[in-house]
């Protein structure tokens, strides 16, 4: 079906108090993957493809980004393309002419009025050309190989009327916030602050996200969901799922040269993870659809 816009999907999401999967894409069989997911899980899903993973593609987001629409074009379940973590404010302004509805502005290294200024302008360039902008405050974490920071380190959580005014000032449509995942998280140990999730919804009136959810459990992510959440980023669990069944491959057959067999396998693990990973965010969901 046609690429669905990312806010459509979050404000249906909001209003059934569920959550959004958002799975990054490096490859084509990431995307390929996680519509199949989808598809089994019976829920939207948002394709996102960061300002890393273009750099990857040798800072040409066109190509992946047109793959990924393609792959949406053809899925059984409504599909967004989203851009994230974008710091670049001329790979922000090429989103509208590669097809994505969304983006996420990451100014958040910035000092807070940095933060607000730069994200503000972002905010009416994108609001001018229809796109949806999520911003972050409150550091993540463990982006570009540094190490996650400490709970309790300074700028490692999100405050809730510092959120409060960032919102009303920016006029952002969401904000991802920083609770205690990281990014990169190989192990799923994460402990989410959900008391402070509980205050962050309360004070602020849109859409909260989850980044780092690679690193949070079932568990963790099913109450952070129930507490507000509405949009959650997962990447480093579809990397694992696909290294893995390549390794295993590769283990097997030695003398095998042809990429397709290995690749497969790792896109069949991706689609099976984005299938579990739906239904802890959106529970029930499969059998409704």
Not at 81 to 91: A, M, P, R, W, Y
Not at 261 to 281: C, W
Request: hydrophobic share 50%; glycine share 8%; aromatic share 4%.
């Amino acid at each position: 079906m046609p690429l669905a816009a990312t806010g459509d999907l979050i404000a249906e999401a909001a209003a059934q108090h569920r959550a959004v999967a958002a799975f990054n894409v490096i490859t084509l069989e990431h995307a390929e993957a996680i519509a199949v997911g989808a598809e089994a899980a019976g829920s939207p899903v948002i394709l996102q493809i960061s300002e890393n993973a273009v750099a990857y593609h040798r800072g040409r987001p066109r190509p992946i980004a047109r793959a990924a629409a393609e792959v949406a074009d053809q899925a059984a379940v409504p599909v967004s393309l989203h851009l994230d973590h974008v710091q670049s404010t001329e790979l922000l302004h090429r989103a509208a002419d590669c097809g994505f509805s969304s983006a996420m502005f990451d100014a958040a290294r910035l000092p807070y009025t940095e933060n607000l200024a730069a994200t503000r302008a972002a905010v009416v360039w994108a609001h001018e050309r229809g796109l949806w902008l999520e911003a972050e405050l409150g550091q993540v974490g463990g982006k570009n190989g540094e190490p996650p920071l400490n709970a309790h380190a300074p700028g490692a959580r999100t405050d809730p009327e510092e959120a409060r005014s960032f919102v009303a000032a920016t006029g952002v449509d969401a904000l991802a916030v920083a609770v205690g995942t990281s990014h990169a998280m190989t192990s799923r140990d994460a402990v989410i602050d959900h008391e402070l999730l509980g205050g962050l919804r309360a004070a602020v009136p849109v859409p909260l996200v989850l980044h780092g959810s690679s690193g949070a459990s079932d568990e963790e992510l099913a109450r952070a969901v129930a507490g507000g959440i509405r949009k959650v980023n997962i990447g480093t669990a579809l990397n694992i799922a696909m290294t893995g069944a390549i390794r295993e491959r590769l283990a097997q057959d030695d003398r095998g040269v042809d990429p397709r067999r290995y690749l497969a396998d790792g896109r069949d693990a991706m689609a099976r993870t984005v299938t579990r990973l739906m239904a802890v965010l959106a529970p029930g969901r499969a059998h409704a659809a």
